[in-house]
């Protein structure tokens, strides 16, 4: 959670602790394909698996 408020106080237009309001609000219960850690890869590593994952 920390993350997520992090980036919202640099992106300057998000109220701070939204993120950490609507997180599991938004996320309960729900089953994804692709789980990536944003926080540990970079842009580019978190392309090469989503693509890799979609066999492009």
């Known amino acids: 959670m920390k993350v997520l408020e ?3 106080r ?9 993120s950490r ?3 599991k609000r938004v996320h309960e219960g729900m089953t994804y394909d692709l ?4 926080e540990s890869k970079s842009p580019l590593a978190c392309a090469k698996l989503i693509k ?3 066999n492009l």
């Open 52 to 54: 890799t994952s979609l």
């Open 10 to 18: 640099r992106r300057g237009d998000r109220s701070i602790g939204l």
């Open 35 to 38: 789980l990536i850690n944003t």
């Open 21 to 23: 309001w609507q997180y």
């Open 6 to 8: 992090e980036r919202e």
